[in-house]
């Protein structure tokens, strides 16, 4: 039988070293094992195991849910017997996350509804389960945070929170056109993550285009320069997968892709 003090004492103690999962579980480990039979040290591995695999999940969920991702998408959801002209492989492989620790960005290029979103998400949903930190945000209102933080004179500070992430995913370059101003930003912030980590990027844009969506050359290459230096591009040319889906349900109309 335990004493009251020493019932107190165990919890306050599981309490400072946040043995959450332990504290939950002590108790009805103790009434299941017949503890003069077990080596303690066996029963107490057993709840440390508990206890690591109960952090490791709470830290995922954590990382998945500072990541912002609009919804989740894993690669085992993507079919890629739909898009049979992709390099399944060479996808297949990003999935070991070498591309974090070779600070390597990704560049995922196609029209629209073929998988550029979901397979950017799919990386950072298996990056935050690899234990890195991801962030997701639309160019767009990477833009305007950008812009924002510009007017109010902290621009050095954005910078620096999108470069804590080990992974940034920016989603959808290419719909509109960039001013210079907008350039030049989208431009720092390519620079302070350059060679410091990696950017998931998706475009419906191919990089011959990006000249026409950048103000002038120059800085389109140098955007391009610093985001191609260590980076891979996946291109996709097949069909929108949203389009064949409604085909499929009988919705399809013209000009229809929502
Ligand atoms: N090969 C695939 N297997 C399973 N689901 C897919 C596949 N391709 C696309 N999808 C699904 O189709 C929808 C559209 O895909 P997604 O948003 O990734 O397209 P996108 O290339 O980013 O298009 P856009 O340029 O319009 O943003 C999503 O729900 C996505 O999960
Ligand atoms: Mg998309």
């Not at 009805?28 to 195991?49: P, Y």
Request: a positive charge; proline letters at 3%; charged letters at 25%.
């Amino acid at each position: 039988m335990t004493t009251p003090l020493l019932e107190e004492s165990l919890n306050v103690n599981l309490r400072k070293l946040e043995l959450l999962q332990l504290e939950r579980r002590l108790d009805s480990i103790l009434e299941e094992q017949d503890f003069s039979k077990k080596i303690f040290k066996e029963q107490l591995n057993i709840l440390l195991e508990e206890e690591v695999v109960f952090r490791q999940e709470r830290a995922i969920k954590m990382r998945l849910k500072l990541a912002k991702f609009p919804v989740l998408k894993t690669i085992d959801n993507f079919d890629f017997s739909f898009q049979p002209d992709m390099d399944k492989e060479g996808i297949t492989s990003l999935f070991s996350l070498k591309f974090i620790e070779e600070k390597s960005n990704i560049i995922l290029i196609g029209p629209s509804g073929v998988g550029k979103t979901h397979l950017a998400i799919a990386l950072g949903v298996a990056s935050c389960q690899g234990g890195y930190t991801c962030y997701f945000i639309s160019f767009q209102t990477l833009l305007e945070n950008l812009r924002k933080a510009e007017e109010q004179n902290r621009l050095r500070r954005k910078l620096l929170t999108y470069c804590k992430p080990h992974v940034l995913i920016i989603d959808e370059l290419g719909y509109l056109p960039l001013n210079r101003n907008d350039a030049n930003l989208f431009f720092q912030l390519v620079s302070a993550r350059y060679e410091n980590g990696p950017i998931i990027l998706t475009s419906n844009k191919s990089y011959i285009d990006w000249g026409n969506l950048f103000p002038d050359e120059g800085i389109a290459s140098a955007v391009l320069d610093r985001m191609l230096h260590y980076s891979k591009t996946i291109k996709i040319h097949g069909q929108s997968f949203r389009l064949a889906m409604k085909r499929k349900m009988g919705l399809f109309h013209h000009n229809v892709d929502q």
